[in-house]
């Protein structure tokens, strides 16, 4: 069978699918480093010889600039790619672990074993990263894989569909495509392992078809994701980076910056820092910056349109705009906008933006930033521009988020030995380098008897001396 690159798969070929993965995901239980790295080769060179594809594809899905698609698509994968190949023999090596004093005389290991059959489901946003990206772990961790991208990129879709099938046997990795019916489809069959990236309330769903099967699941979502600017901030380093991370992708980020708190006193200063970058950047009158080729576009009009509205009736309740505020449905376009003044009761205050609109909130106690944050859903990163250590360390203690960035943003995503996911409603598990290695594997207890086990001592019948010697033993126990 070869890999369906149909818009809309079918049940009854992915039924098919997923019965041939079966045999091979059983024999890849016993791939080696070698053919996994080999495999990682493959797919890295496949990559790179789509590098003007994929170019041209997000031009047409997302209006990407192709440096972009460079920078936050393909550089991560092939890090990623890299990494994994440099690393996995010890990753996959097992664990000696020691006896505890109930166990001694016994030996044990921890071996990772692949966990088999892998579903990995992808948003719009980054459609090479969130989908390729776990790819590499589950193939480190050698698994057999469905891919089902969103159905919002159908140019990206068809060049990842082309590689797919170039580099792999649909028995090992195939890919899917299609909407919600598809997805849901996916769902009921009885996967060893999801990964999931998307919305938390898609992530609800997810969840609630993988607990039918009892399937383990890694969830990357989404989330309102604060930044605070304190007095002691460089201000211009902080505006070039915010400006950055909100921007990049058009605002259609996971970890973007969300909304902004800065201190009352700084609070000029930095939004004019701000004013400067956006106008270096993309142009300082409107037709500029809705000429920029540096500026991508958002995914479909109605999502223009949900943010656009979001900025409308943020400001119909009294938010000021700073920069910004145009935008058009149709062209897919919504400009870099700064509001400030943004009533708590506004819908913008209340979901995740996902789009180039950046509210910003001025503080006067640290204490009141942390009571606002600790009040709302964990958020998948917390950013933090400060020169003052202790702000630093109360800031990180005293708050949850999947990360915690000080003096950079977005740039956690990029680093392959930290964990990258969240926290509850911001998501469960990781992705990423080791991490994303284990996402993908069964942590195997392997536990080996010996010849000098003192438990055969307390097997029945329990005598009276059974009794002591098991008193004498809890007693042992307690004081060592
Ligand atoms: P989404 O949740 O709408 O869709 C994600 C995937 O789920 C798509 O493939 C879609 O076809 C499928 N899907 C949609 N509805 C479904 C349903 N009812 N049942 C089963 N499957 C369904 O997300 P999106 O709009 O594509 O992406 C945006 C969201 O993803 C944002 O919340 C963003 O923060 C989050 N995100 C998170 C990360 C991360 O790594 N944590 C990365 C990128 C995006």
Redesign the pocket.
């Known amino acids: 069978m070869c890999n369906p690159l149909d818009r809309e798969t079918s049940p009854a070929v992915i039924d098919a699918l997923f019965a041939d993965q079966a045999a091979r995901a059983l024999a890849l239980r016993r791939s080696t480093v070698a053919e996994r790295r080999a495999k990682l080769g493959r797919l890295l060179d496949a990559l790179m010889a789509r590098r003007e594809a994929f170019a041209a594809a997000f031009a047409k899905d997302l209006g990407k600039p192709a440096v972009e698609v460079d920078l936050t698509e393909l550089l991560p994968v092939v890090d990623e790619i890299r990494h994994a190949q440099r690393h996995l023999k010890r990753w996959m090596r097992p664990h000696r672990a020691a006896p505890t004093l109930m166990t001694l005389g016994t030996s044990a290991r921890i071996v990772y074993q692949p966990r088999g059959r892998c579903l990995i ?6 459609p090479v990263s ?1 989908l390729v990206g776990p790819l590499v772990s589950a193939l480190a961790a050698g698994n057999a894989v469905i891919l ?5 990129t159908p140019n990206v879709n068809a060049v990842i569909g082309q590689l797919v099938a170039e580099v792999f046997e649909p028995a090992e990795v195939a890919m899917v495509e ?3 019916e ?3 489809h996916l ?1 009921s069959l009885p996967f060893d392992h999801v990964f ?8 609800q ?2 969840m609630a ?1 993988a607990a039918k099967h009892l399937t383990s699941v890694t969830l ?4 309102k994701s604060p930044v605070v600017v304190d007095q002691s901030a460089d201000l211009r380093h902080a505006a070039e980076h915010v400006m950055w991370g909100k921007f990049v992708n058009a605002g ?4 973007a910056p969300d909304h902004l708190y800065v201190h009352r006193s700084v609070m000029e200063a930095f939004v004019a820092q701000c004013r400067t970058v956006l106008a270096e950047r993309f142009g300082s009158d409107d037709a500029a910056v809705a000429a920029s080729p540096s500026l991508g576009r958002m995914i479909h009009a109605r999502h223009a349109q949900r943010v656009g509205a979001l900025v409308d009736e943020a400001v119909a309740q009294g938010a000021r705009v700073l920069a910004g505020g145009a935008h058009d449905a149709e062209k897919r376009y919504v400009a870099p906008t700064l509001l400030a003044e943004v009533p708590d009761a506004a819908r913008i205050a209340q979901e ?1 933006i ?1 789009g180039p609109v950046l509210p910003i909130a001025a503080f006067d106690a640290l204490d009141e930033v942390i009571a606002r944050i600790n009040a709302a859903p964990k958020p ?1 990163a917390l950013y933090l521009w400060s020169r003052d250590g202790a702000a630093a360390e109360k800031q990180r203690t005293e708050t949850s988020s999947g990360s915690f960035c000080v003096n950079l943003c977005v740039m956690q ?1 990029a680093h392959g030995n930290l964990p ?3 926290v509850n409603h ?2 469960i598990g990781n ?1 990423h380098g080791v991490f994303g290695f284990k996402a993908f594997s069964h942590e195997r207890a392997v536990l080996k008897g010996g010849p000098l086990s003192a438990l055969k001592l307390l097997f029945p019948p329990y005598t009276e001396g059974k009794a002591k010697l098991s008193r004498m033993l809890l007693t042992m126990l307690r004081r060592l």
Do not use: H, M
């Open positions: 489901i992808g948003p719009w946003n980054y969130t089902k991208p969103s159905e919002f299609g909407a919600v598809t997805s849901t769902l999931f990236t998307g919305s938390p309330a898609v992530g769903v997810v078809a990357e979502l989404g989330g259609q980020t996971c970890v995740e996902f998948l995503f990258f996911g969240g911001s998501g992705a």
